[in-house]
C-alpha cells in the first residue's frame, strides 16, 4: 500500500489500528466463513485523495445491508495486512 501514498503512510497503517476509507464497492460480497468479503476501491484514506486507488479486499461480519456494485462507501474498521496471495 506505500507506493499509493503520497508523500508518506499514514500512521493509521499500523496493524489493527483504526481506519477510515472512502471508495467504491467494486462487487458483490460473497460468502467466506462467517463473513461477507467484497473488493473496494479506496480514493480517499483518513480524509485524504490518494495518488492512485488501492483496491482492498473487506471482510465484513454482522452487516444485514445489503452491498451492491458501484455504491459509494465509507468504512472505518481494523488494518490487517493480510495474508499473501498464493
Do not use: H, K, N
Not at 11 to 38: H, I, K, N, T
Not at 68 to 81: D, F, K, N, Q, V
Request: charged residues 25%; contains cysteine.
Amino acid at each position: 500500500l506505500d507506493r499509493y501514498l503520497e508523500p508518506a503512510p499514514p500512521p493509521a497503517l499500523r496493524e489493527g489500528a483504526l481506519l477510515c476509507a472512502s471508495g467504491v464497492v467494486m462487487e458483490s460480497p460473497r460468502q467466506w466463513g462467517g463473513s461477507l468479503v467484497f473488493f473496494f476501491q479506496v480514493r480517499e484514506l483518513e480524509g485524504v485523495g490518494l495518488r492512485r486507488p488501492i483496491l482492498l479486499l473487506v471482510r465484513w461480519r454482522g452487516g444485514e445491508d445489503p452491498v451492491a456494485p458501484g455504491e459509494r462507501w465509507e468504512l472505518t474498521g481494523r488494518y490487517s495486512r493480510g495474508e499473501e496471495p498464493v
